[in-house]
């Protein structure tokens, strides 16, 4: 399966944009801590016979295992997800309250990146 993977660049523009459409300023992050946590999926996928939602549930859990920002890591989580999803054509189905409650019971251990997965494969 040949993916679109989620470049730095774009996904640091589609943060800050995000941030400032809330009124927020987007705060220090850290280059390498942001490397690993888009390297993380790919590294998934190489280990695993991996489809797009198991691939975009790695994003979001690179960004939540990694902590690359000093603030709003779980918006950055859904918008990695979000963003290489976009990029390959598809589009989750979920209104922001359903995701936003996925990040939250990611971010604090109910949901592990197996049950993420599935519950992208389900809002496809």
């Given at each position: 399966m040949s993916l679109h993977v989620v470049e730095p660049a774009a996904f640091l523009l589609l943060h800050r944009d995000s941030l400032l459409d809330d009124g927020l300023e987007c705060?220090?992050?850290?280059?390498?801590l942001l490397t690993a946590a888009l390297d993380y999926p790919l590294k998934e996928a190489r280990l695993s016979i991996a489809d797009?939602?198991?691939?975009a549930a790695a994003y979001a859990i690179g960004?939540?295992?990694?902590?690359?920002?000093a603030s709003g890591n779980q918006r950055a989580a859904f918008l990695a997800?979000?963003?290489?999803?976009?990029?390959?054509?598809?589009?989750?189905?979920?209104?922001?309250?359903?995701a936003t409650a996925a990040?939250?019971?990611v971010a604090c251990g109910e949901?592990?990146?197996?049950?993420?997965a599935n519950w992208v494969r389900?809002?496809?």
């Open positions: 705060g220090p992050w850290d280059e390498r797009v939602a198991a691939v960004m939540l295992r990694y902590r690359p920002f997800l979000g963003l290489f999803l976009y990029s390959n054509a598809w589009h989750l189905e979920a209104s922001q309250d359903e990040m939250r019971r949901m592990d990146e197996d049950d993420l389900r809002h496809l």
